[in-house]
């Protein structure tokens, strides 16, 4: 790298490989436990494995990388040149990824910044566009900090899950909030708020909330310029029905991605998800 701040994220952010080497970002990978094998997001298992898994009723976890491969990371970057790093992940709420970077970053050889986004998926990615995008021109160190967490001011995500057990084995809601997309027939609308995923709305078929989602995010973009990106699992042709109307609907869209959630999250939502995510710019 021969900019003088560094950007580090994680897995979770599910940037395109083509973004991340354009801007030098890296992403250190979080850990998905398939019965008794632990494999790495990002290179050893894929979101279809995940999925496929969780269809046979089949144990799936996840577990934080570790603080050492945090320490790793940091090291590579100041051997390339790096005089400080800033170091953007998931939100604290649902992940321990946040605390282990903040272990690793006290005997970094350069400053390094651990920033919890409150985000995840392309909603921490684009947090981590911004920052390296201000550090490319010269940005110090506060100021790609701020820049991300700017970003992450103005971004917002919002998803549809099929069912709600997923989340809910996972430890990633509770069981009251559960509840609220247990009623037969009834689908259930999430958003992240305060780095929580959070009930959003109750809608009576899957058809109607997938229209619902889409009206939420046109609502979100306003006038923009926005990015969007739209997120599933195992539901390609749902996604692209979404991207569709949304690049017909947003008026001030700039960039629109659509992408497969990696194993990780994965993991904890199911088959059937589709998320939205909207950023201001």
Known sequence: MSRHVAVITDSTAYLPSREMERHGITAVPLTVVLGDEALEEGTEVSARSVAQALQRRRSVTTSRPSPETFAAAYRAAADAGARGVVSLHLSAEISGTYDAAVLA??????????????????????????A??????????????????????????????????????????????????????????????GGRIEPLEKVRTASKALARLEDIVVERAGGGPVDIAVHHLAAPERAQHLADRLRDRVAGLADLHVSEVGAVIGAHTGPGLIGAVVSAR
């Open 132 to 193: 390296a995008e201000v550090a490319e021109a010269g940005g110090t160190l506060d100021e790609v900090v701020a820049a991300a967490q700017k970003r992450a001011e103005g971004t917002a995500a919002y998803f549809y899950v099929d069912t709600l057990d997923y989340l809910r084995r996972g430890g990633r809601i509770g069981a009251a909030q559960a509840l609220f997309g247990s009623a037969l027939a009834v689908k259930p609308l999430l958003q992240l708020e």
């Open 105 to 130: 970053a006290q005997d970094a050889p350069v400053p390094v910044r651990v920033v919890d986004t409150g985000m995840v998926a392309m909603a921490l990615g684009f947090c981590a566009l911004t």
